[in-house]
């Protein structure tokens, strides 16, 4: 049976690590170079305030010897419905204080509309089915909640101007998409810059990456590619990540000239819906 992902069960399950790891006589340091992790994560782990991938727990039950313990009882966040990738992610997400993301391609996660993520659902391969879709559909929209609360978190959207301009599942669905952005910047919730093609290559040119900034946490980055996905914990990489972030916004739009363009693309997707 899954164990219930909460602050309870991850506290157990960082209390059995810490007595595994001080049994087998290494310190943090030594098991997270023999595990491949930084000793940071697992100090979060033990403490309960962190909770690992199924890898790590595998490649940590494998070092500690624990024949399949720590994976056993790593505490479910239903992992079904998010790629495992994207777990660690996930959490971290949820305990932010402050997220700023550039999208290159695709509109982001929290951003989605019902359509808009229906249709790259959809699109992936291999093919899922219906109740796969409506599994993840329901994951999706329900990560959008943290905006119901208007303090936290704060966060800053940088789009290239190609989200835009992909057509994902025709007219209808784009221009309530784009509306749905413009929505949510002229509420407050969120801030927009794009940076638009004429720009050229740019700092952030080659990928997708999300920063976040904690209460409690050191800030990460989370960095992701075709089936793949890493939260970068290291100081001297995240701050990196940071810079070029920053470069890259010097060359974006300002919010309301980007709310501006956004809004006159979802009017021309507006416009093509008539017959």
């Known amino acids: 049976m899954a164990i219930e992902d909460n602050p309870e069960s991850r506290l157990r399950y960082g209390e059995e690590l810490r007595a595994r790891r001080e049994g087998a006589g290494l310190t943090q340091e030594e098991l997270s170079v023999r595990a491949i992790m930084s000793r940071t994560h697992i100090a979060h782990i033990e403490a309960g305030r962190r909770r690992p991938t199924v890898e790590d727990a595998r490649r940590l039950d494998d070092v500690l010897d624990a024949g399949g313990v720590l994976v056993r009882f790593l505490p479910s966040q239903g992992e079904g419905r998010v790629a495992e990738h994207f777990t660690e992610a996930l959490e971290l997400e949820r305990r932010a204080t402050v997220i700023r993301t550039y999208a290159p391609k695709l509109v982001p996660g929290l951003l989605q509309t019902k359509a808009y993520a229906n ?3 959809r699109s992936s391969f291999p093919p899922r089915s219906a109740e796969e879709r409506d599994a993840l559909l329901v994951t999706r929209l329900a990560r959008a909640k943290i905006f119901d609360d208007f303090k936290s978190p704060v966060a800053w959207y940088l789009l290239d101007e190609a989200v835009l301009r992909r057509p994902v599942g025709g007219p209808e669905v784009m221009c309530e ?6 929505d949510l910047a002229t509420r407050g919730r969120v801030r927009v810059h794009v940076l638009p093609f004429a720009v050229g290559p740019h700092a952030l040119v080659e990928g997708f990456v999300t920063l976040m900034w904690f209460n409690d946490l050191p800030p990460v980055a989370y960095v992701e590619g075709l089936n793949t996905g890493r939260v970068l914990e290291n100081p001297g990489v995240v701050r990196d990540c940071q810079v070029h972030y920053e470069h890259a916004l010097g060359d974006a739009m300002s919010h309301h000239d980007s709310l501006a363009l956004i809004q006159t693309v ?8 008539q017959p």
């Open 119 to 121: 249709e790259i659902f």
């Open 266 to 273: 979802a009017d021309d997707y507006g416009h093509a819906e």
């Open 177 to 182: 998409q784009l509306r749905h952005i413009v």
